[in-house]
């Protein structure tokens, strides 16, 4: 498990592509000429906006930090506020990349399944929720939320964790210990236990909780939500 996600995305290098057009944001599948600095640049906005905020982050000083010159941020980005929002979106992309390959390896496969709930929530607690940036983040979203509508749209569309744990408990069968007759209820009520005691505790994520601490959360979390739906035995 790694102990840190990546937060900016760095694309593969592609020599015979061409940079993006000023106003033009990279399509689905294509290539910057130059990753490194788009990638420097990206890294560079995503400190700044975090640390300054929107308003007094200017394009000189994304330059400045990235180590580019200001024409090469606006080779890349047509303005500010469309930086603005492509950083964000590629910061909650790679989180969720995160979350849902742990899914695939945890979450889904058969077994038990206090373990495989257990198991996928306990790393993403661990490696998602703590990442200092974080908690930067999600005050940014509030911040600047009320002027950039699309911020809040892709911070709703990439909370992917309810629906992921709506989809494995969507595939328990009748032989499962558990009854779920509404998975995505199920799922937020599991998410609430876990998940949503961990925010509460950190003030999403202002405070720190020692690992021992974070670990008893999940785990008390999980017992409370199997024991809550385990299957009764009909009555006679």
Request: aromatic share 8%; proline share 7%.
């Amino acid at each position: 498990m790694p102990s840190r996600v990546s937060l900016v995305n760095a694309r593969q290098a592609d020599p015979v592509a061409a940079p993006p057009k000023a106003g033009e944001q990279l399509k689905a599948g294509e290539q910057p000429r130059y990753p490194q600095k788009r990638a420097a640049i990206a890294r560079a906005a995503l400190d700044l906006f975090m640390r300054e905020g929107f308003e007094q982050t200017s394009m000189d000083a994304i330059a400045a930090e990235a180590g580019v010159s200001k024409r090469t941020v606006y080779s890349h980005y047509a303005n500010k506020h469309q930086l603005f929002l492509a950083v964000f979106e590629e910061t909650l992309a790679a989180v969720m990349n995160y979350i849902n390959d742990m899914a695939e390896r945890e979450l889904y496969p058969p077994g038990d399944i206090t373990a495989r709930l257990t198991g996928f929530i306990r790393p993403v607690a661990h490696t998602i929720i703590r990442l200092p940036e974080r908690a930067a983040l999600l005050r940014v979203i509030i911040t600047e939320g009320p002027r950039f509508p699309e911020l809040v749209e892709q911070w709703q569309g990439r909370r992917a964790l309810t629906p992921l744990l709506e989809r494995a408990l969507a595939r328990l069968g009748p032989d499962s210990e558990l009854d779920i007759p509404d998975p995505w209820q199920a799922a937020g009520h599991l998410a609430a236990l876990t998940f949503g005691q961990i925010n509460s505790r950190m003030l999403f994520g202002l405070l720190r909780l020692a690992d021992e601490e974070l670990d008893e959360i999940v785990t008390s979390g999980v017992d409370v939500f199997v024991r809550a739906y385990r299957r009764t035995a009909p009555r006679a």
